[in-house]
């Protein structure tokens, strides 16, 4: 029953996609043959589903030479083979967290403002509550007062405490703070926010070192783990923001959030193929307990749903 309620929910957030592919795909298909026509027409369709051009070009060369190869016989075969060939690129990257081998396993949470962290961050904190885990929220976006009170509301409304300090503080020093008192409590996660955006982009990707290398010096192996949050309704924005935060500091997984709004799911993939950094958590609602670990197959499977 659990499964069906995850799939429905997850099959729901994809229509836009869903509807570009499988639906479009069925039809494109309908009384054809495999030529180069047929390959331009489905090529179209996965760059509209934003998967991007690149990755697109790639999975219709693969599909052709398949084709060629005799792995695939005709055009009942394609939808199978595509979702064989996505599950498969999908599953390349790791996409379970890494976790520190003596708690706390220390989590740092970077993204552009707008993108949905906050409410990411609440959800990640809600999900190892689930588990029985305690968690500790370090509020190091310091330079908008309103990423602080918003931190809070969520740490009040889900009941997990909260390090932080006064607008403007230095972030670094809340990040230390936050180590202290997650050691101090045993807990066994701690989740570091930090800021989205500042006047410079440097001056934003020295701020997101400066708290990496803090974490690092009072928590061994610290952050354990770096995600970045991005917004999914900016499809190939999305990889743009991802190449700049991850010269700053090594992105170590994404949280891709509002996959239930206006976006289309082929971005995950085409982040997969031009970055190589694994999809470790999806947003797909505004509430607590709508988030979830990125499964590749459960994630294909609801693309071409029917």
Do not use: C
């Not at 499988?22 to 509209?48: A, F, M, R, V």
């Not at 949905?116 to 310091?142: M, N, R």
């Not at 997101?208 to 290398?213: A, E, F, S, W, Y």
């Not at 974490?215 to 309704?233: M, N, R, S």
Request: a neutral charge.
């Amino acid at each position: 029953m659990v499964f069906k309620q995850v799939f429905s929910k997850l099959k729901n957030g994809l229509t836009k996609t869903r509807n570009f592919l499988n639906t479009d795909i069925t039809e494109l298909l309908k009384g054809k043959k495999i030529d180069e026509d047929l390959l331009n027409q489905l090529e179209e369709i996965l760059i509209s589903a934003d998967m991007g051009v690149e990755t697109s070009l790639k999975i219709i060369e693969d599909l052709k030479s398949a084709y060629k190869e005799g792995k695939l016989t005709g055009v009942e075969q394609v939808i199978d083979y595509l979702k064989l060939e996505l599950k498969t690129s999908l599953k390349e990257t790791k996409s379970a967290l890494n976790l520190s081998t003596t708690p706390p396993t220390v989590i740092l949470i970077a993204g552009v403002n707008g993108t949905g962290k906050t409410t990411s961050i609440a959800k990640l904190a809600y999900l190892f509550q689930q588990e029985k885990k305690k968690v500790l929220l370090a509020a190091s976006d310091t330079f908008r007062a309103a990423a602080i009170d918003q931190l809070a509301v969520w740490s009040d409304r889900i009941g997990v405490e909260i390090v932080r300090h006064q607008p403007g503080a230095d972030p670094g020093a809340v990040a230390f703070d936050a180590a202290e008192a997650a050691l101090a409590r045993q807990v066994d996660y701690l989740i570091v926010d930090t800021a989205g955006r500042l006047h410079t982009k440097t001056n934003l990707m020295k701020e997101l070192t400066k708290i990496k290398n803090v974490l690092a010096k009072k928590i061994p192996g610290a952050p354990h783990e770096t995600l970045l949050v991005l917004d999914a309704t900016t499809g190939q924005n999305a990889i743009i923001q991802a190449k700049q935060f991850n010269e700053a500091v090594p992105v170590t997984g994404l949280f891709l959030a509002k996959l239930d709004g206006t976006a289309k799911g082929g971005i995950i993939v085409a982040i997969k193929n031009q970055l190589n950094i694994p999809v470790k958590f999806i947003g797909l609602g505004e509430k607590s307990d709508d988030l979830e670990p990125f499964d590749a197959d459960k994630f294909v499977d609801a693309l071409f749903a029917s």
